[in-house]
């Protein structure tokens, strides 16, 4: 069983109060913190290993160490809750049942980076939670957690939750800061980072809601004793968010020592695929990461176990392997078309996109144009070629990795299922009424 730091008093009724989460030692990490300097609060960050939880999974410790601190001009915190990728509910839960484990992760950040004023971009979607928040926030400020001079420290800090349009884009970390500021949110060119001029051009720490959480048990327990749960480089618990075609979708939290197997068939995680069908394939980090067969997810190439972390999912890089991503994790059973699911994502990347770029403004709907003529069964073999060759276009040539996340589900399932596409094209009357199914795999 996975050791359980963010979700371990979930089931606890009532934790959302302050009341309850105090009565389990909620807020004592905070307390912890506020008694050391910000220096040694990083260099605890610094010694968890810990990584960031949104996706790209770049040392939490490092990016804070950026942060520019000039002379009089205030810094801020940043939280990222917005929270759109598909397959990606994992952050919804902890603000809906954990609020407070939040608003003390960003008590310990802000403290640490010198922010007075932090924020909490929540998605648009998300309606219902602001309101959980902005509770929180009052019963965190009644009991002298926030507000003015914090348990006497002389620390000032406010919170403010604020709510998105309901763009995907914004969940990129300038688009974000553009929306924040109240402006249209399209992504600036980099640098300047935010690290240096984020948010009103003052230095700013943008964090995922996760990795923002994780903060309390890394200063609850030490940043050492945090690096000791997981496997090399893939430090403390994650938590997944398991959807598709599975028995228990869920939110889970896992110490990443165990298989993609384990996670997908025991009962403690997916509990098995539903109705007893085959896997066919899954998207283990949010609908932006390479698609990955069934035979490539349960053993790397070298017929290794694949494990649920970092370096075993990326393993064999894009060619065979994928990415934890943010951890959202989308299952695909035997009866699954690869071709309209690839079409439903490229869709979506065309929808999202803000049209700063022409590869991917232009691009993302080439690529669901074509799609939708593979599906609909009026593609020619040319065409598979045509979207090999636009997704190549997009990659690595836009201003946000958006039209990356729009070409890698493409240039996957074109990697990994090419035969399907083919069956498309020659199988026009067949293409929608009938899946390419399992056999061929
Ligand atoms: Fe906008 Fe797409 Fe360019 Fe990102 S990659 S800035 S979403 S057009």
Partial sequence: MSKKLLLKDAHIEGIRYFETYRKQGGYTAAEKALKMTPDEI?????????????????PTGMKWSFLAKPEGVPRHLVVNADESEPGTFKDRYLMEFLPHLLIEGMLISS??????????????EYSWI????????????????????????????????????????????????????????????????????????RPTVVNNVESIAAIVPIIDITGAEYAKIGVGRSTGTKLISACGNINKPGVY???????????IYSEEYCGGIKDG?????????????PIVPANLLLKTVNGEPRYMNYESLADGGFATGTMMGSGGFIVLDEDQCIVDHTMTLARFYNHESCGQCTPCREGTGWMYKILKKIEKGE???????????????????TICPLGDAAAWP????????????????????????????????
């Avoid at 403290?111 to 924020?119: A, D, K, P, R, V």
């Avoid at 069908?277 to 990461?289: D, W």
């Avoid at 020619?380 to 190549?392: A, V």
């Fill in 130 to 201: 602001p309101d959980i928040l902005e509770e929180a926030i009052e019963e965190a400020k009644a009991a002298g957690f926030l507000g003015k001079n914090i348990l006497g420290t002389g620390f000032d800090l406010e919170i403010y939750v604020q709510r998105g349009g309901g763009a995907y884009i914004c969940g990129e970390e300038t688009a974000l800061l553009e929306s924040l500021e109240g402006k249209r949110g399209n992504p600036r060119l980099k640098p300047p980072f935010p690290a240096v001029k984020g948010l009103w051009e």
């Fill in 42 to 58: 990083l260099e605890e960050v610094k010694a968890s290993g810990l990584r960031g939880r949104g996706g790209a999974g770049f």
């Fill in 111 to 124: 403290f640490c980076l010198g922010s007075n004023t932090s924020y909490i971009y929540i998605r648009g």
């Fill in 410 to 441: 493409v240039a996957a399932a074109i990697r990994h299922f090419r035969d399907e596409f083919e069956w498309h094209i020659k199988n026009p009357e067949l293409s929608q009424t009938q899946n390419y199914g399992l056999a061929h795999y």
């Fill in 277 to 289: 069908k085959r896997l066919k394939a899954c998207i283990p980090g949010g609908s932006s990461v």
């Fill in 379 to 397: 593609g020619k073999m040319e065409d598979i070629d045509l979207l090999w060759d636009i997704q190549r276009k997009i990659e690595g040539n």
């Fill in 253 to 263: 939290e896992i110490d990443m020592t165990i298989t993609v197997e384990e996670f």
